[in-house]
């Protein structure tokens, strides 16, 4: 009886603690694009995640930049770029406690309002 018992009570503990854990997500890369769905051309488009700053060149009215890899991506980004002559941004952008996108292609969504430039919209596209 004591060994049935013995067993019934370890058992379970020996699973829950034989297990390892392992990471949910990898962390990156991640593919970038930038959609502007804005009225207005975008040139000189830069964007800015973390230490790691890539340029997009110029983005037509309701077009689509190509994917540029990135170590890491989030739903927020720092863009630069020039609009009818005046250098539009995002303001500056904190990624302390942003949730990371993983291995995917995103697409953000980039409008003009108050000259600024806003992420309106991020589309998860695929997995890489």
């Not at 370890?10 to 890369?29: H, I, N, R």
């Not at 983005?59 to 890491?72: A, D, K, N, T, W």
């Amino acid at each position: 009886m004591n060994r049935f018992l013995v067993i019934t009570l370890l058992l379970p503990l020996l699973c829950c603690f034989s297990c390892k854990k392992t990471e949910f997500a990898p962390v990156g890369p991640t593919d970038v694009r930038i959609k502007n769905i804005s009225g207005i051309e975008l040139t000189n488009v830069v964007v800015r995640i973390k230490e790691e700053e890539i340029s997009f060149g110029t983005i037509g009215v309701s077009g689509i930049s190509e994917y540029h890899l990135f170590e890491m991506a989030f739903p927020k980004a720092y863009i630069s770029a020039k609009a009818n002559n005046e250098i539009l941004n995002t303001g500056p952008v904190d990624f302390t406690y942003m949730n990371y996108f993983g291995q995917n292609r995103i697409t953000y969504d980039v409008t003009v309002e108050n000259s600024l430039i806003v992420i309106k919209n991020v589309t998860l596209d695929s997995p890489l």
